[in-house]
């Protein structure tokens, strides 16, 4: 397990772990406490469709710490399927998904033999959720409470069995808590992290008029329809009188990505010929109604000509038909926005 070449210029690490690695601060602060003491540490990120690695990627790239990227996917989607807590504001399952993240670490550190799974978590800093109690129900919860540390707060909270067995030093670990960041900040100076993210980027699950769209194809039990996931990154979706969703494209790029995505199975292509005007996705299984709507929803959004705007339906990249259609007034179809 030990290897010499882990830490450079230091001899065998007294221990090997995994950091849970989104890439924020304080993330990186737990993987180089850790690392001074000489732990050889590996960030773990995760990817899925709602949050991407991106900014773990980057950060971890500036302190040169081994990163490894777990795919999130089925667990997320399990989740927001049935959250054994809740939600928070908005389709995000916050205390599952960092219980359910800890946990595949604790896998990962288990099946390798290795020590520890450290966290950035700074006691109080959120309320509900990295308070004492919250702290140890999770560690219970997942499994983990014998190896997990939390690098930043460790001096406040119980000794682990890590600390006990002395593969980690927790003198040198640090007594961080509360909201204010200066602790923080002092401590990436010590460092010497001149540029650092002050948060570790965007989960899609915490954004209101994202999560409208992703309740939809919840409540339509379609969270595992990968393509339709991938389709609420665009365009604007509406929901129309008979049941079926219109996506409309907002400019060039979201046209042209909607179109490769669609493919030629799930979904009718419309676009007005002759005019400017947006790429409009149909699930193929719309109505006759509906597809009709969705004709004069596309020429609604096209530029304004006057009267009627031919549009041509798609199935792929073949022609199905072309119609003339009376553009709908935009503020009819506001109502069926998601
Ligand atoms: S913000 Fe998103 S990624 Fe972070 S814990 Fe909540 S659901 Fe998970």
């Known amino acids: ?16 772990g995994a950091v849970l690695f989104s890439g924020g601060l304080d993330s990186m602060l737990a993987a180089l406490v850790l690392r001074e003491q000489g732990c050889a540490v590996t960030g773990i990120s995760f990817a899925s469709p709602f949050f991407s690695p991106r900014q773990a990627k980057e950060s971890a790239a500036a302190i040169s710490l081994p990163l490894e990227i ?23 399952p916050c205390i599952d998904c960092h219980g359910r993240m800890i946990l595949r670490a604790g896998e990962i550190v288990r099946s390798r033999g290795w020590d520890f799974v450290a ?20 560690a219970k919860d997942c499994g983990v409470a014998d ?51 002050s948060s570790a980027g965007g989960c899609l699950l915490t954004e209101k008029l994202y999560s409208n769209k992703l309740a939809l194809l919840r409540n339509q039990g379609r969270l595992r329809d990968r393509k339709a996931i991938t ?44 005019v400017p005007g947006p790429t409009t996705l149909l699930e193929g299984s719309a109505s006759a109604e509906d597809l009709a709507t ?32 009376t553009p709908l007034p935009r503020e009819e179809a506001h109502g069926w926005l998601l």
């Open 294 to 325: 969705a004709l004069r929803l596309c020429a609604g959004y096209s530029d304004k000509v006057p009267g009627d705007i031919r549009v041509r339906i798609f199935k792929g990249e073949e022609l199905q038909e072309e119609r003339s259609v």
């Open 231 to 274: 389709l609420l990154k665009f365009g604007r979706h509406f929901l129309l009188p008979g049941g079926a969703k219109a996506i409309v494209g907002r400019n060039l790029a979201e046209n042209e990505a909607m179109r490769n995505i669609a493919g030629d199975a799930d979904y009718l292509i419309l676009r007005p010929i002759g």
């Open 147 to 197: 190896i997990l540390l939390r690098p930043l707060s460790a001096q406040l909270l119980e000794e682990t069995e890590v600390e006990r067995k002395g593969l980690v030093d927790r003198s040198r670990l640090c007594a961080i808590k509360g909201r204010s960041r200066k602790e923080q900040m002092a401590l990436a100076a010590h460092f010497g992290l001149e540029k650092y993210p």
């Open 70 to 92: 777990v795919d999130f996917s089925d667990d997320i989607l399990s989740l927001v399927e049935h959250p054994k807590h809740g939600f928070g504001g908005a389709l995000n």
């Open 119 to 138: 966290t950035g978590e700074v006691l109080n800093q959120r309320p509900m959720s990295q308070n004492r109690r919250s702290l140890e129900m999770v």
């Open 1 to 16: 397990m030990n290897d010499a070449s882990d830490i450079q210029g230091q001899e065998a690490p007294r221990s090997r």
